[in-house]
């Protein structure tokens, strides 16, 4: 099992910046990818950011020039990802989800963290 713990979202205004982070531990050695998804009222939930093993990243074409996602080498079994976010958007307003993808088709998802941004 995989456990993804979410911090960092909040209130801020139009323009504004924003770290999330996600502390995932547990059985880190199956995670080939780490990513942020997130869901806004009445809408699916839809790929942010992505960095992948190799360190690799994908952006959703909303989030590029804007977010950036990065990563630590794990420490004490719990590797941390980051969503750094600048020029935040009245429609960035969303719930974010951590997510981690697993071998074998396993994944993984936090408990998400709240994100408002007022205009």
């Known amino acids: 099992q995989v456990q993804l713990v979410e911090s960092g979202g909040g209130l801020v205004q139009a323009g504004g910046s924003l770290r999330l982070s996600c502390a995932a531990s547990?059985?880190?050695?199956?995670?080939?990818?780490l990513a942020w998804y997130r869901q806004a009222p009445g809408q699916q939930r839809e790929l942010v950011a992505r960095i992948n093993s190799d360190g690799s990243t994908n952006y959703a074409d909303s989030a590029k020039g804007r977010f950036t996602i990065s990563r630590d080498n794990a420490k004490n079994s719990v590797y941390t990802v980051y969503l750094q976010m600048h020029n935040l958007k009245p429609e960035d307003t969303a719930v974010y989800y951590c997510?981690?993808?697993?071998?074998?088709?396993?994944?993984?998802w936090g408990q998400g963290t709240q994100v408002t941004v007022s205009s």
């Open positions: 547990g059985s880190i050695g199956s995670i080939n990818g």
């Open positions: 997510y981690a993808a697993r071998f074998f088709g396993l994944s993984s």
